[in-house]
């Protein structure tokens, strides 16, 4: 376990800072959509600051713009009509 102080030496996504575990076990999936080099080097500290750990993901702001599309996207009960 590791013991927070200003999380400058521990790592965002490996050590176990977060209630005792670490993002790989809470997060599996989201880490396999993280740069590999974020994922060896990017620390608490710098991963908090201005909530850059959201920065670095494979298919991150696709998602997020397919989010945004489809969320507004109503169903029209009539048939489907191709052109």
């Keep these: 376990m590791t013991i927070i102080g200003n999380v400058e030496d521990t790592f965002f996504w490996s050590d176990r ?5 670490n993002l790989e076990e809470l997060a599996p999936n989201v880490l396999k959509c993280v740069l590999n080099r ?4 990017r ?5 908090l600051h201005d909530l850059t750990w959201v920065s670095g993901w494979h298919g991150l702001i696709e ?4 989010w945004d599309v489809l969320s507004g996207f109503v169903l029209n009960p ?6």
């Design 17 to 21: 800072w977060l209630h005792g575990h």
């Design 38 to 41: 974020l994922r060896k080097t």
């Design 43 to 47: 620390t608490v500290v710098a991963a």
């Design 63 to 66: 998602y997020l713009d397919l």
């Design 78 to 83: 009539s048939e489907d009509l191709h052109c």
